[in-house]
Structure formats: structure tokens, C-alpha cells
Nanobody, 130 residues
Framework: QVQLLQSGGGSVQAGGSLRLSCAAS????????MAWFRQGPGKERKAVGT????????VYSEAVNGRFTISLDIAKNTLYLQMDDLKPEDTAMYYC???????????????????????WGQGTQVTVSS
């Protein structure tokens, strides 16, 4: 059974930084799509960004592009989300997700549709105060 264990997060003032980690166990290291999603209070879950293990170049949502950085340490099987220049609107529960399969990859880019992912982390709260 694949497991994703998240760590990091917390509270920070606007302009600050946080880093989230997502350690995967029993997950293959090739042909894997991994993603970060977030869900703010009263809002629907949305993708923050995705990364394909075989390509290595992350893709970001417009809301975080230029401020957030996704990276994947294949040796440690761990996904990271470095969040810089945080804004109050970044306040949300953040989730990592992972899965394998051709249905997840389009032109070497992983899809950002949450229901396509089978494995999810437990979630971690990020709160940004103004």
C-alpha cells in the first residue's frame, strides 16, 4: 500500500516562506506523477502544481507561479513544495498526491485533476496572516 506522509507547514506572516515535504513509501520511482493541491476555507480543491518523475520540470498554477517551487528527490522518494512570498490568499490545507499510469500524463506533463490521483497525503495547514 502506497503511503504519503506530509510534514511542514504552519503559520507565517505575509511575505514569509514555508516548505512542505511529502515522503512516499512503496511508490515506484519512475513513471510517477506527483502533485500538490490546496483547499482554502469554503473553496474547492485546486492544483498548485505537478511534476513528472521522468521529466523533472514542474508545472504550476497561475496563482503560485514564480513564488512556489516544486521539487522531487527521487533518491529519497520525497516531494517538496517551497513557498516564498506567501500571501494571505495562500491560506489553505495543502495535500500531496501521487499516482502512476498513462492516463495521468499528457505531453510529458502530469494532469492537475485531483480525482485522477489515487494516493493522497494527510494534509497540512498553511496559514498566512497579513
Amino acid at each position: 500500500q502506497v503511503q504519503l506522509l506530509q510534514s511542514g507547514g504552519g503559520s507565517v506572516q505575509a511575505g514569509g516562506s514555508l516548505r512542505l515535504s511529502c515522503a512516499a513509501s512503496r511508490l515506484t520511482t519512475s513513471g510517477v506523477c506527483m502533485a500538490w493541491f490546496r483547499q482554502g476555507p469554503g473553496k474547492e480543491r485546486k492544483a498548485v502544481g505537478t511534476i513528472y518523475s521522468d521529466r523533472g520540470s514542474p508545472v504550476y498554477s497561475e496563482a503560485v507561479n514564480g513564488r512556489f517551487t516544486i521539487s522531487l528527490d527521487i533518491a529519497k522518494n520525497t516531494l517538496y513544495l517551497q513557498m516564498d512570498d506567501l500571501k494571505p490568499e495562500d491560506t489553505a490545507m495543502y495535500y500531496c498526491a501521487a499516482d502512476t499510469g498513462e492516463h495521468l500524463v499528457v505531453s510529458a506533463i502530469c494532469v492537475s485533476h485531483g480525482p485522477e490521483y489515487t494516493y493522497w497525503g494527510q494534509g497540512t495547514q498553511v496559514t498566512v496572516s497579513s
